[in-house]
């Protein structure tokens, strides 16, 4: 069963990517990226739509990215996708999908190695292939290694498997693995954790992960005063909150239609969510869509009054920001960097106990109260997202290289 909310495209388009060797300009910088999954592969979420986010942005760097033949939780090769060689995606992105079998640290380096970048940029902290491997064959190499942590070292994911992952860290502290290496965080609060974590003296840059640079202007919607229609895109998941944004909707009195997409890789955890459903009033109704592809994560999102994603913990949160440039207000925890957006009538950050009440709030706006606040999630995505984009682009490319 897949693992995440997202269908980044269609596997026949990818399939008809040209298979490329690899091909250098003298005066294009290139940069080595690994990750566990990539496109098309939907499953794992976030990470993959922060990487291929960042390979658009950075058209002034080829990339060439180095990830897995198969998607999160499946076993089966992307159809029509060739393994061991390079597929060009994009006019600056280069693929090397490598099967499971043929996985070998060895060949590994043998594929960097003949990239030839000088910047290694790693996605993630704890994969053998994709993290450990890299970082090892960099340093080897010379090159510069960057890390993104990607929420790995936030008390929140550090409570997972907590003695596993204190001894690998340990280990990887006690071999000095870390040595020379610049983190990537996505905030400060990020950086404090990694500092935490590797240590007060290790090199973090602290960049905004990139948004996909779509909206323009609001596409206008009714709303009645006494009903609300929210939308939830992302896992049915304990990490997304899904069962609390479900408890949150016994409180309210008005009529509320909430629209779930995603899928449930746990399926104990959704008979929760199903069992609650089936227990809640007359006046709130919840349906199950399946995944949200990608291309129409925006129109799902236009089409309803506001996103439900209470999730126990965030870096970033695709789905939050694209919910902003929608012109669509959020009803999110704490646990994310998006913070006091009530005084920018961009939303509600709360404490789960507070969630009915915001819930109920928003379902009691007439239209002009929630033009209000929907011209103000707007500006708050103008103000986060699109005016520093040029600034924090110049700094992407510096660290880089």
């Known amino acids: 069963m897949p693992c995440a909310y997202e269908d980044f495209g269609n596997l026949s388009s990818l399939a008809k990517s040209k ?10 910088h290139i940069s080595t990226l690994t990750v566990d999954w990539y496109l ?25 990215i180095i990830t897995r033949n ?22 600056n992105v280069w693929v090397y999908y490598f099967p499971e079998d043929q996985l070998t640290k060895k060949k590994l380096k043998k594929v960097m190695k003949g990239v030839g970048s000088s910047t290694v940029y790693v996605s993630g902290i704890y994969s053998l292939a994709f993290s450990q491997w890299p970082v090892s064959i960099a340093k080897s190499l010379g090159s510069k290694t960057i890390i993104a942590a990607r929420g790995m070292l936030s008390p929140h994911a550090l409570a997972v498997k907590p003695m596993k992952k204190y001894l690998f860290l340990s280990f990887m502290r006690w071999i000095n693995a870390y040595a ?50 929210l939308v939830s895109i992302g896992r049915i998941a304990p990490e997304k909150g899904t069962l609390h944004g479900i ?48 291309e129409e994560v925006s129109t ?12 126990e913990g965030e870096n970033y949160g695709h789905a939050i920001v694209e919910s902003f440039g929608q012109g669509r207000p959020v009803l ?50 103008q103000k986060m997202i699109v005016l520093p984009f040029e600034e924090n682009k110049k700094a992407y490319l510096r660290m880089m290289g």
């Open 180 to 229: 020379g290496v610049e983190f990537h965080a996505t905030s400060p609060e990020e950086a404090q954790d990694i500092r935490t974590v590797i240590g007060k003296r290790a090199n973090v840059s602290v960049l905004a992960n990139v948004a996909r640079q779509e909206s323009t202007s609001i596409q206008e919607i009714t709303k009645e005063k006494g009903s609300v229609k």
């Open 70 to 91: 198969t998607d999160y939780c499946s076993t089966e090769p992307y159809e029509g996708i060739p393994a061991n060689t390079w597929v060009q995606q994009e006019a």
């Open 332 to 381: 999110i925890s704490k646990h994310t960097p998006w913070q006091e957006l009530a005084s920018q009538k961009a939303g509600w950050d709360v404490a789960y106990e507070s969630l009915g009440n915001a819930i109920s709030e928003l379902a009691e706006m007439d239209q002009h109260t929630y033009n209000t606040w929907s011209e103000g999630a707007f500006h708050y995505y």
């Open 247 to 294: 408890q949150a909707l016994e409180q309210v009195k008005g009529n509320v239609v909430l629209d779930l997409y995603g899928t449930c890789y746990n399926t104990a955890y959704w008979e929760q969510c199903e069992q609650l459903i089936s227990q809640l009033p007359a006046n709130i109704q919840v349906r199950y869509n399946g995944i949200c592809p990608t």
């Open 300 to 311: 799902k999102l236009a089409a309803a009054h506001a996103l439900l994603l209470p999730s």
């Open 40 to 64: 098309p592969g939907t499953n794992s979420g976030g990470p993959v739509r922060s990487v291929a986010n960042l390979s658009a942005a950075l058209s002034e760097i080829d990339f060439y």
């Open 19 to 28: 298979q490329q060797p690899i091909s250098k300009l003298a005066h294009r």
